[in-house]
T-cell receptor, first 115, second 112 residues
Framework: DADVTQTPRNRITKTGKRIMLECSQT?????MYWYRQDPGLGLRLIYY???????NKGEISDGYSVSRQAQAKFSLSLESAIPNQTALYFC??????????????FGSGTRLTVV | LAKTTQPISMDSYEGQEVNITCSHN???????ITWYQQFPSQGPRFIIQ???TKVTNEVASLFIPADRKSSTLSLPRVSLSDTAVYYC?????????????FGAGTRLAVHP
């Protein structure tokens, strides 16, 4: 099994619908992140969480919300999906004992299409 | 925030050494330099991290000059499977990871 599992892998949804992307990890890491990647571009940070009680906005949090249900689970929601949220979404984890971008583990991504 | 600049794309051939340079003129004292590799439709994968001088692991080497305003990722004897996008990131010690910025990366194409 993968260390960081994202579900679903692919999703097509309609404008205005609420959708949730889920992420679970077996790394035992405290820190979890949601990133978005658009074609030909790098990753942009949406939200991140230090631990279960901690939620922080990233660069592009508008239109998104998150829930850290447990140390191992971090969900991303689009409250009312719009077409420009069509992108590849990645969940990642890292250990609290490391820094500066060391050793992030990424999931395989969720490809979301909003029509 | 320390911004990085790297070439948009590079081409190489199997068996050659590839050096990808990243510029980070505004790097701060506490910042580390980290490189990730990403294959199509996969999440990025950590390659190497360094603070100064040279770091080497089983995958790559990272060269950082004394002024730390740039760094070079060196991939020895590349193969077709090294075709990927390579990201240079600068971020500080624990607590500052949120400042990590993924730029567009360098798209490396390895040819037979």
């Amino acid at each position: 099994d993968a260390d960081v599992t994202q579900t679903p892998r692919n999703r097509i949804t309609k404008t205005g619908k609420r959708i949730m992307l889920e992420c679970s990890q077996t790394k035992g890491h405290d820190r979890m992140y949601w990133y978005r990647q658009d074609p030909g571009l790098g990753l942009r940070l949406i939200y991140y969480s230090f631990d279960v009680k901690d939620i922080n906005k990233g660069e592009i949090s508008d239109g998104y919300s998150v829930s850290r249900q447990a140390q191992a689970k971090f969900s991303l929601s689009l409250e009312s999906a719009i077409p420009n949220q069509t992108a590849l979404y990645f969940c990642a984890t890292s250990d609290h004992g490391t820094g500066g971008g060391y050793g992030y583990t990424f999931g395989s991504g969720t490809r979301l299409t909003v029509v | 925030l320390a911004k990085t600049t790297q070439p948009i794309s590079m081409d190489s051939y199997e068996g050659q050494e590839v050096n990808i340079t990243c510029s980070h003129n505004n790097i701060a004292t506490n910042d580390y330099i980290t490189w990730y590799q990403q294959f199509p439709s996969q999440g990025p994968r950590f390659i190497i991290q360094g603070y100064k001088t040279k770091v080497t692991n089983e995958v790559a080497s990272l060269f950082i000059p004394a002024d730390r305003k740039s760094s070079t990722l060196s991939l020895p004897r590349v193969s077709l499977s090294d075709t990927a996008v390579y990201y240079c990131l600068v971020g500080d010690s624990p607590g500052g990871y949120n400042k990590l910025i993924f730029g567009a990366g360098t798209r490396l194409a390895v040819h037979p």
